[in-house]
């Protein structure tokens, strides 16, 4: 084990063309096209491992294929091309210009744990006497206070959560490769960059936005990406069951809408993919569920992709109830089911009352950026990052500084990888363009690593 | 081959806890809740299998607490799940389930 080493300055002589900020779909794309280019490409990844929201889900919409089926050979390639660096568990601070390109400031977030010496076997994880609830489960799984993030984490290195972790040294005891590093230090990581990609992703919007839903005062009143663990075939529990008491659901129900398209909640726009996440999901759980009632409460179907509508009218034939109506309110009775309050507009208006075992709201896509301006690009007034050109979808309008994914907008993952592509050509033929009036070799770029030297 | 503690780990380990005290006891109530938790529901599930319902029952933990020290047994390799009992889950403790696959 290495000493404490106090502050140390690491100073890396490094050529980054591009630098993409995020490490889902769109980001992956992104560094791949771009590194088929020949241009050398740093990712870089706030969570332990890439692979974004997408390798969390459990299938995609309209085709039903594995969602991780298609996200990890993206995260295998790009962690094996010999033109990208991966820095996951690293933030970005700041994006300013310097001359004629652009200089970051990231943060290096400590894992505790030496990457080169580090083999993913887990036996520091199996030791680990603590648990705490998984994010990568939403919650609903647990994992230990040092651990492989999840079972296709990219890269297979262990984290630990300092939160959790009462310093026993069963880890240090159980690394046979002495990877252990509880002295490691944030790093402040400053990299220059001939171009910046900006595909930092969203989030859902909290459940607990409109109180009329009463989502506080239930566990089975659950989020979608909650629905995608649970039906995920490596889920938290193995099989679909309800969070509060295991119970096997017998009647779910789908609030769409429930993030969305409402003023009230400062989010007026359509998210794009809750109306086919949500047949998804409701598709998926009447295979998961053959005996269950499965209702979807919305306001209209957008139906708007290529095979979307047909992927619709199959849901409609599977037997799925779609009852047309702004659901108004969300009462958790004392028996653990909810009563759901619903006009039912092609009934004749009439207000019915049915009673649920487990709630789904379909939230609205937020953008996790939430001050782009930071990262030298300007947002529109929804917050997420502003282009201002449509006949050019994928820039800024910052020299340098492009954007893909849902950083722009709530988007599918089909229309997320393509604006990657978009966003990657235009990085390229803009590194292309400097090269041209610069001369042929891209300027020589620094990697200074300010900080305690941890691996 | 395990790694044995050398002066520079314990001095590593030292300096963690020097920079993660936990002066309100956040952590160590977490710990202890969490320890007397699962204790009780391993013995439990040492006596018979059961659903989640029947061990909240039996231990006075909320059911959705119980629900989340089974998934992760489950998931660490200390209960397995040994079908339907009705609308729940039935979870064995892993030392019972190999006795009675055995008999």
Known sequence: MSPANGQATQQQEIRYDAVVVGGGIAGLQAALDLADQDYQVLVVEKQPSIGGRMISLSKVFPTLDCASCITTPKMSAAAHHPNITLMTYATVDAIEPAGDHQRLTLTKKPRYVDTSTCIGCRLCEYECPVEYPDPFEEGIGAVRAIAVPFANAIPQYAVLNPDYCIACGACVRACASDAIRLDQQPETVTVEAGAVVLATGFHLNSTTLKPQYHATESKDIISPLHLERLLAPHGPYGRVLRPSDGKIPESVAFVLCAGSRDQSIGVPYCSRVCCMYSIKQAMLLSGALPTADITLYYMDIRAFGKGFEQFYQNAKAMGINFVKGKVARIAPQSDGDMVLRVEAIEDGGQVMENRHDLVVLAQGIVPDLVMPENLGAARETDGFVKRPDPLRPAWTGCEGIFVAGTAAGPKDIVDSIMEAGSAAMEASHYLAQKRAAGGAEAPALQLEVIGASGD | ?103
């Not at chain 2, 061990?55 to 397995?80: C, D, I, N, P």
């Open chain 2, 1 to 103: 081959m395990p790694t044995k503690l050398t002066p520079a780990h314990r001095e590593a380990l030292k300096r963690f806890r020097d920079e993660h005290t936990d002066p309100a006891g956040t952590l160590k109530t977490y710990v202890a809740d969490f320890r007397h938790e699962r204790k009780q529901i391993i013995e439990a599930l040492r006596k018979a299998p059961a659903t989640v319902p029947e061990l909240a029952s039996q231990t006075g933990f909320s059911a959705e607490r119980v629900l989340w020290h089974v998934t992760a047994m489950r998931k660490y390799g200390a209960a397995v799940e040994i079908g339907p009992d009705g609308s729940y889950v039935k979870y064995a403790y892993i030392e019972q389930a190999k006795k009675k696959e055995k008999e």
